[in-house]
């Protein structure tokens, strides 16, 4: 079982940046593919980005890539979301999740999620 906390959420004004981290508990993390994922009220919950077992092959939406990038630390057991250039209709609670195979865009695929922080971009 894998536990996944995530932090760093919170408000911030259109243009500004925020970096969100997932701490995974299981000492396996690195086996382990990690998505990020945001859901806002009354919408579905939607990929945002994804990153392999190693840190090697990341994935992104169009619409994120270029202001959105994800890593992660091994060592550290975290994957970090690191979010410049917001935008309102970035509000949303966002989620870490694990994977034990490779990445995906697909929710459904994941295996663990995190209880999600929000994240609020005033305009």
């Known amino acids: 079982q894998v536990q996944l906390v995530e932090s760093g959420g919170g408000l911030v004004q259109a243009g500004g940046s925020l970096r969100l981290s997932c701490a995974a508990s299981e000492r396996t993390f690195s086996n382990y593919a990690m998505g990020w994922f945001r859901q806002a009220p009354g919408k579905e919950r939607e990929f945002v980005a994804a990153?392999?077992?190693?840190?090697?092959?990341?994935y992104y939406t169009d619409s994120r890539q270029g202001r959105f990038t994800i890593s992660r630390d091994n060592a550290k057991n975290t994957v970090y979301l690191q979010m410049n250039s917001l935008k309102p209709e970035d509000t949303a609670v966002y989620y870490c999740a694990a994977r034990w195979s490779d990445y995906s865009g697909n929710y459904y695929e994941y295996d663990y999620w995190g209880q999600g922080t929000q994240v609020t971009v005033s305009s």
């Open positions: 990153i392999n077992w190693s840190g090697s092959n990341t």
